[in-house]
């Protein structure tokens, strides 16, 4: 993953010439994941699909499970850890259970754009993340995909501040960090799994979510969201694992190919989600009746400084001061030399 996309496309090249054998597929992969067969990672997974099964030359047979057919992220994550499957979808708030380290990526505005993003899981510091779940848990990063920053939608009331979100009734992935964040906000956190979140609004469990906007928008949340707030406090990555023992039992050639592919799913998902997130999904939001702020740089930093020193204490107890402060210099680096290429 350190060599990046040029690299892996290059290999993929020279896979694609292999010939197609006669014989049924050497090697399986189930792959699944939560959104719907219409959607950007779906439609990301089937050129891994289409990339493996023609770079093996047949060798390995891919099949894409969606729509949590499986089961949820944590549920999916587990089989693949223990190889009942082979790939499963994750989140930036999902890997934690399976190497702690992990958690860091869900922190709210730890990445300042996608740009920064994609460096930080490109560093070495990153793959010795990776390297660590792999031990742990028998799980290996193939590849990560931004799908845009987390925005905040209610059907209460216009949230330009953080003092509107007193009281309100947020949804949030069943994670630790997504829980202290939004407490720290003033708001009232409701840990409630993906596959029932649409329920939930519609039910009224919860006034509101987060999530970015190109999932709202084809999710339909606007049926049940009247508000939204574009205060980017966290970026969403889709992460593309792999069963470790699977991978390694795979030949050199064949590991190549899986990796190339999962790059082209993650180029495939983003080109669509940054084009969404930039573009067309807040008009398609307005037309279909959403009320849309966009809060002005001091209205966005009531959030930001809301949430900063109780998610920063949070994280110190749980991973420990000196990881913490270790990663937020990797993103210094990071930034430093961003701005240097930039003179």
Known sequence: MRNGIFG???????LTLLPSPSSAAEFEIRASH???ADSAVHRGWSVFEAFVENASGGRIEVTILPASQLGGLNETLE????????????????????????????????????????AFIASDYFDKMRRGMIEESNLRVLTAASYGFRSLTNDVRPIKTVEDLQGLRIRVP????????????????????WEELYGAMEQGVVDGQENPIGLINDYSFSEVQKYLTVDNHKI??????????????????????????AEMAAATEYGERNYQSRVSAVSQLEEKGMEVYFPTPEELATFRDAAKEPVKAFLTE???ETFVTETYEELDRIREARAAKAM
Not at 8 to 14: E, V, Y
Not at 241 to 252: C, D, G, Y
Request: hydrophobic letters at 50%.
């Open 174 to 193: 069943p994670s630790p960090l997504s829980i202290e964040m939004i407490k720290a906000m003033g708001a009232n956190p409701t840990p409630i799994p």
């Open 8 to 14: 892996l496309l290059m290999a993929g090249a020279a």
């Open 236 to 261: 969403g990555l889709n992460f593309m694992v792999i069963n470790e023992s699977f991978f390694q039992s795979l030949p050199i050639e064949l590991r190549e190919a899986v990796l190339v592919g």
């Open 79 to 118: 089989q693949t850890s223990l190889g009942i499957i082979q790939v499963a979808q994750a989140d930036e708030s999902t890997l934690d259970p399976f190497h702690k380290p992990m958690m860091i990526l869900g922190a709210p505005y730890l990445f300042a754009d996608d740009e920064e993003a994609k």
């Open 318 to 320: 749980e991973l420990g």
């Open 34 to 36: 939560v959104e719907a």
